[in-house]
C-alpha cells in the first residue's frame, strides 16, 4: 500500500508519484508520473538543467506514455530512446542517467522495484 508515503498520491484509479533530487553540480532534477493499470500515463521531467535539442525531454515524456512500470524492462527502453534518438543529445548540468535513476526511483515509491 502506497498510503501515507511521501511523494504519491493515490486517487483510486491512478497514483501521482514523483522524486526530486540535486545532482553533483547543484542542479535540481524533478520527474513526476502518474501511473494507471500498470501504465504510466503522463510523464513530466523538469529542472534547471538544460538538454539539446531542446525537443528532447518532451519527446521523453511522449514516448513513456504507455510504457510499463516494469522497472528493468522500463530502464531498458529508456537507455535504448536515448540510443535510437534523432539527433545527438548533449546534457548540461545532468547525466542521462540521472534521469533514468529518478525514473525508477519513482516506481520504487508504488512498490514496483
Not at 519527446?59 to 536515448?82: H, I, N, R
Request: with cysteine.
Amino acid at each position: 500500500m502506497v498510503a501515507g508515503l511521501d511523494n504519491v498520491r493515490d486517487s483510486g484509479n491512478e497514483l501521482d508519484v514523483w522524486a526530486e533530487r540535486k545532482v553533483s553540480g547543484g542542479k535540481l532534477i524533478k520527474v513526476e508520473l502518474v501511473i494507471s493499470n500498470e501504465s504510466i500515463s503522463k510523464a513530466s521531467i523538469t529542472g534547471d538543467f538544460f538538454a539539446y535539442p531542446e525537443s528532447f525531454i518532451e519527446d521523453l515524456e511522449v514516448d513513456l506514455k504507455g510504457k510499463s512500470t516494469e522497472p528493468e524492462p522500463l530502464a531498458a527502453v529508456l537507455k535504448q530512446f536515448l540510443a535510437d534518438y534523432n539527433y545527438p543529445v548533449e546534457f548540461i548540468g545532468i547525466d542521462y542517467n540521472d534521469i533514468i535513476e529518478l525514473i525508477l526511483e519513482c516506481l520504487a515509491k508504488t512498490g514496483n522495484q
